[in-house]
């Protein structure tokens, strides 16, 4: 049996997980389940209704995100795992992907709240993510800058980077302005030209919405400023 990873890709969360079996090729399928339409089934796997969730071949189900890259990187030995071992080489990728998750994270916020209802939009709220948000991409772009997110082969603090911003393109695109970031910008566009990330690409039906607005999205995601 082929290890099963359980989630959409316009997902970043689920993403950066495909994207790391990619890259150290490790054979998976993928299971489309969504934590609305599936709920039911999610809760089998989850009991947060959360993904990912990656399922081994001995029927073990893995669960959130972190702990399946950890498990990634075990499986496939010290020379090979996407963060490094020890020392401050892996305290640093730790706090990237620590900035990075958290602006996935508040990007998913800021998104739910705007699914309610106008009236019940806490605008208030969203002010706070969008400030944790330019917090975080300020943090990443002086980190990517100096070089630190420069590895001789993908790592996981570039794939996690390049997942999330691809989020944000697809989600809220306006939280990254042409030229603003230009650092991140160039990582996004060399990790989304990467095999692993072309074969993590989120599909029209992935994105939702008419095909107009998911060809745009996907747009986005490459990085077309002008189908912001």
């Known amino acids: 049996m082929v290890w099963r990873l359980i989630g959409h890709y316009d997902s970043p969360f689920v993403r950066r997980v495909g994207v790391s079996l990619e890259v150290l090729g490790i054979p998976f399928e993928r299971h489309l389940l969504s934590v609305f339409s599936n709920a039911d ?19 073990e189900t893995l ?75 300020a943090a990443l772009e002086e980190c990517c800058a100096s070089g630190a997110l420069t590895y001789p082969r993908l790592m ?26 230009p650092a991140l910008e160039a990582l996004s566009a060399r990790a989304e030209m990467h095999p692993a990330f072309v074969a993590c690409r989120p599909r029209p039906q992935e994105i939702g919405g008419t095909t107009e607005e998911a060809s745009l999205a996907l747009l986005r995601l490459l990085g077309d400023q002008q189908s912001r």
């Not at 989850?46 to 029927?59: F, H, K, S, T």
């Not at 499986?75 to 640093?92: F, I, N, T």
């Not at 602006?103 to 605008?123: F, M, S």
């Not at 393109?169 to 030229?179: D, F, G, I, N």
Request: with cysteine; aromatic share 4%; charged share 25%.
């Open 156 to 181: 996981q603090p570039e794939i996690t980077v390049a997942c999330m911003l691809g989020y944000v393109r697809l989600r809220q695109p306006a939280t990254l302005p042409a030229s603003r970031y």
């Open 63 to 137: 669960i959130d995100s972190n702990a399946i890259l950890d498990h990634l990187d075990q499986v496939v030995g010290s020379q090979r795992a996407l963060l490094p071992a020890r020392g401050k080489g892996r305290r640093d990728a730790l706090r990237t992907l620590a900035l990075a998750t958290g602006l996935g994270d508040k990007t998913v916020a800021i998104v739910y709240e705007r699914r309610k209802p106008p009236e019940k939009v806490d605008e208030g709220w969203i002010d706070r993510c969008r400030s944790q948000q330019d917090g975080a991409l």
């Open 41 to 59: 089934q999610m809760r089998a796997l989850n009991p947060l209704v959360r993904v990912p969730a990656l399922m081994l071949d001995d029927g």
